[in-house]
């Protein structure tokens, strides 16, 4: 079985493989330390990904992290709520259980109204409700700060 380049000279292949490379994606430097050349990638959004994949990985650092880690403050809450412990672990398995299933109801929210003013109104509902759960004075506020809110974003 023989290649398409197979028996070609060098500059051959290199003018099939032309139309495959744009010029403003690639800029080519040779270095004084190297003898051959070295491909430079511009990205075409001037770096700016990496600011959105930072911004992507807080948003599931802190949507994942925080209802995974209200287990701990289970004991403290019952103390301070003067409640049982049924009743705090049904608010704090609330977020995460909303979380994972209004799912499809925001992602189709986001195809309609675009992603961008969707997780604002996520963003402000979680933080309003961290807000209501630090200020409760019960149950009910709490499970509506700590447990419904957040678990909306």
Known sequence: MSSYFEGSQPHMRLAALQPLIEEDEFRVELHKSER????????PDGGWGWIVVVGSF???????????TLGIFVTPLVDNFESNTGTIG????????LLL???????????KYGCR????????LAGSGLLIAYSATNVFCLAIGLGILPGKN
């Open 58 to 68: 807080m948003c599931m650092y802190i949507s994942f992290g925080i209802p995974r």
């Open 101 to 111: 299933t209004t799912g499809p109801i925001a992602g189709a929210l986001c195809k």
């Open 117 to 124: 003013i969707i997780g604002i109104v996520g963003g402000v």
């Open 36 to 43: 051959r050349p070295r491909y430079l990638h511009h990205p």
């Open 90 to 97: 049904w608010i704090v398995s609330m977020p995460m259980t």
